[in-house]
């Protein structure tokens, strides 16, 4: 059981917004601002989307914004497109094992 | 352009060591902390181990620690993760991740993974 929970599966309608939510606890998404989400396609490896909660890497949509409240960090997917179809990773840093923990992952479908 | 390559996955007994590498390119290697996340079949993420720039920091998730050793060769540009005493919660695809060590804790470039199965 992974410590960050996340919804097995969200979908949504190409144009729409869909929002992916990542639930930890204080000793990591509510503690810290070290949150991160990965898209990963299937068979591909995973690329970083948003990093320190709301930060958009370069070369990103910016369809893809982040943002936290209390302990759940959430991943919002505004117009959706086909291309967007993927599992989505949350990542935060836990003071519990001063590692990188992960979520279990979300997948996405665009109808 | 970042390009990380893993290599040296394979089919190995349990119990068993197998030695994983990573060759990095289009990047100042040695101004970067690099990571090992693997993922088992049909599942989800897990991140393994991290080391700093120079190689002075290394850090181990509990479900590895004390059987892999993360290492790192500036010099070529190269990580490594020495994997022993292999179990048989341990296969999965393993990516190599720049990042993750340290603030703030996130991988900005993943290599396409190398494939470790265990079996008897």
């Known amino acids: 059981q992974s410590a960050l929970t996340q919804p097995a599966s969200v979908s949504g309608s190409p144009g729409q917004s869909i929002t992916i939510s990542c639930t930890g606890t204080?000793?990591?998404?509510?503690?810290?601002?070290?949150v991160s989400w990965y898209q990963q396609p299937p068979g591909k490896a995973p690329k970083l989307m948003i990093y320190e909660v709301s930060n958009r890497p370069s070369g990103v949509s910016n369809r893809f914004s982040g943002s936290k409240s209390g302990n759940t960090a959430s991943l919002t997917i505004s117009g959706l497109q086909a291309e967007d179809e993927a599992d989505y990773y949350c990542s935060s840093y836990t003071s519990s094992s001063s590692h990188v923990v992960f979520g279990g992952g979300t997948k996405l479908t665009v109808l | 352009e970042v390009q990380l390559v893993e290599s040296g996955g394979g089919v190995v007994r349990p119990g068993g060591s197998l030695r994983l590498s990573c060759a990095a390119s289009g990047f100042t290697f040695d101004d970067y902390g690099m990571s090992w996340v693997r993922q088992a079949p049909g599942k989800g993420l897990e991140w393994v181990s991290g080391?700093?720039?120079?190689?002075?920091?290394?850090v181990y998730a509990d479900s590895v620690k004390g059987r892999f050793t993360i290492s790192r060769d500036n010099a070529k540009h190269s990580l490594y993760l020495q994997m022993n005493s292999l179990r048989a919660e341990d296969p999965a695809l393993y990516y190599c991740a720049r990042g993750g060590d340290t603030e703030p804790y996130y991988f900005d470039y993943w290599g396409q993974g190398t494939l470790v199965t265990v079996s008897s």
């Open positions: 080391i700093s720039w120079n190689g002075g920091s290394t």
């Open positions: 204080s000793s990591n998404v509510g503690g810290y601002y070290y």
